[in-house]
């Protein structure tokens, strides 16, 4: 027997002799520590070792160590699993749309949207701003719609460009109700709201109050807003309402079906 073999075959170090398979140290994976023969199943890591848990409930911590581990009777190294990640949440806009990430804003249509006053365009903005420069769309603030019907003509709406308007206090036998039914054209959506004014759309939980007060008849709406609510100047009371809007979920549901329906009509295929 002697000269059959040029050496001691269990000299050295016999694991580094063949490749040993990594194998994923998944939970429940059941392996042997080949040091100590300790045996268990995997239930997590700790501190960058895995912890085995045997049949009778104890636990130990063992490095991730190459060939360190027997599996069915052969050495294996544990690796972590890597853990696909998980994908990116969709990012929406205040309106709730889907956002479309670099897209330059489109050259303005011809078609507009038009809304009664520089408070009702902030706060159209504020919501649908992304959206509506995404399709191109600009939003223009009135002073009042009492001369709706004219400032129509003038504007001379067509296939190719329409026209939605956004009016307050759009409610059966009111001014604005009689003003809007003058306007016939095919190419006009005329949609509203039932709040006096744009600033009662906005919910009153957003701005941490019970409920917005009510305004004797008579009165200025939004100074009398204002005397309730301990504000000496509209101008500061707005600028606190359009501080706490974020997004579509802080308005009542009317404005935004109307500002949605506009939406849709002015970007609508001719």
Not at 32 to 42: M, P, Q
Not at 161 to 168: C, I, K, N
Not at 205 to 228: D, T
């Amino acid at each position: 027997m002697a000269g059959r073999y040029d050496g001691d075959v269990l000299a050295g170090d016999w694991r580094r002799r063949k490749v040993i398979p990594e194998v994923d140290a998944e939970t429940d994976l059941v392996v042997e520590d080949a040091d100590s023969g300790f045996c268990g199943a995997v239930v997590g890591f700790e501190s960058g070792a895995v912890v085995l848990e045997d049949r009778h409930g104890r636990r130990r911590n063992f490095p991730l160590l190459p060939a360190a581990f027997l599996l069915d009777g052969s050495p294996v190294t544990l690796r972590r699993p890597v853990r696909a990640a998980a994908p990116a949440a969709r990012r929406r806009t205040a309106s709730g749309s889907i956002a479309v990430d670099n897209v330059r804003a489109q050259v303005a249509k011809a078609s507009r949207i038009w809304v009664e006053g520089v408070h009702d365009a902030a706060l159209v903005e504020r919501i649908w701003g992304d959206d509506l420069r995404i399709e191109g769309v600009v939003v223009e603030p009135l002073d009042g719609i009492d001369a709706l019907a004219a400032e129509v003509r003038a504007f001379d709406p067509g296939p190719a460009r329409r026209l939605g308007v956004l009016a307050d206090h759009l409610v059966p036998g009111s001014k604005e109700s009689r003003i809007v039914a003058q306007v016939t054209s095919p190419h006009v959506l005329i949609t509203g709201h039932p709040y006096v004014d744009v600033w009662q759309a906005v919910k009153p939980r957003a701005l941490g109050i019970p409920a917005w007060p009510v305004v004797p008849p008579g009165r200025p709406w939004k100074e009398g807003v204002c005397a309730a609510l301990g504000v000496a100047e509209p101008a500061d009371m707005w600028r606190h309402i359009l501080s706490r809007v974020d997004s579509y979920a802080d308005v009542e549901t009317p404005l935004i079906n109307a500002v949605e329906r506009m939406i849709d009509f002015v970007t609508s295929p001719e």
